[in-house]
């Protein structure tokens, strides 16, 4: 059974496998698309610390809040990944949310991004929060279904400033 781990050093050539395959099929959230993966060859553990940046007790720059990575992982094998925002901002509220994820273009269509949002809902929950925000865009049906799967309430769609497309922002009640 896949599980939610804090981003490690043994699951690098995992990783780096699952950055190539985003980058060839074009198909990946933004961090991922952008991630050189000669850099990441080169010093992995440099990688691990940007990732826990924002993890408390740092203080992050204006802008941004505490938030964490977690990797879904089924034994060595990287599955793809949720970041938590521990807390919104404005800019959050209106778009992004408490909780993103994605799932590497080889693992999709087998039900890992709804476990992935299942677990991270279990972790947001462990960190205090009771009502969680996802947002995702009117046109992707994946995620949405993700997100309805998980209990998420529709507040309604919406258009947001620098950002081209229609989205939609859900809230799931964490019990
Ligand atoms: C969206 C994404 C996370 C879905 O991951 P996944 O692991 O394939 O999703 P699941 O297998 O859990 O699928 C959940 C449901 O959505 C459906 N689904 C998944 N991808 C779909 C697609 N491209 N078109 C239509 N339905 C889709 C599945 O059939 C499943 O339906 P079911 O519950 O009726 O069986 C993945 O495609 C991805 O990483 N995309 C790029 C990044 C991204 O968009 N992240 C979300 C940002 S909000």
New binding site residues.
């Given amino acids: 059974m896949p599980i939610l781990v804090p981003p490690a050093e043994q699951y690098a050539d995992s990783f780096l496998a699952a950055v190539r395959e985003a980058q060839l099929t074009g198909?990946?959230?933004g961090d991922t698309l952008s991630a050189d993966p000669a850099e990441l060859e080169r010093d992995f553990p440099a990688f691990l610390a940007h990732l826990r940046r924002f993890e408390p007790p740092a203080v992050p720059p204006v802008g941004f809040v505490n938030s964490e990575y977690l990797w879904l992982v089924d034994g060595e094998t990287y599955l793809?990944r949720v970041s938590i925002r521990h807390t919104l901002n404005a800019r959050l509220r209106e778009f992004g949310g408490h909780i993103?994820?994605?799932?590497r273009p080889s693992?999709?269509?087998?039900?890992?991004?709804?476990?992935a949002l299942r677990l991270a809902l279990e972790r947001a929950r462990a960190l205090g929060l009771t009502r969680v925000l996802v947002?995702?865009?009117v046109d992707?049906?994946?995620?949405r279904?993700?997100i309805e799967?998980n209990g998420g309430e529709l507040e309604g769609e919406f258009r947001v400033p620098n950002y081209e497309k229609e989205i939609r922002r859900y809230w799931i009640t964490l019990a």
């Fill in positions: 198909s990946g959230l793809g993103g994820y994605e799932i693992m999709r269509r087998r039900g890992y991004a709804t476990l947002t995702c865009d992707n049906v994946g995620s279904r993700v799967v």
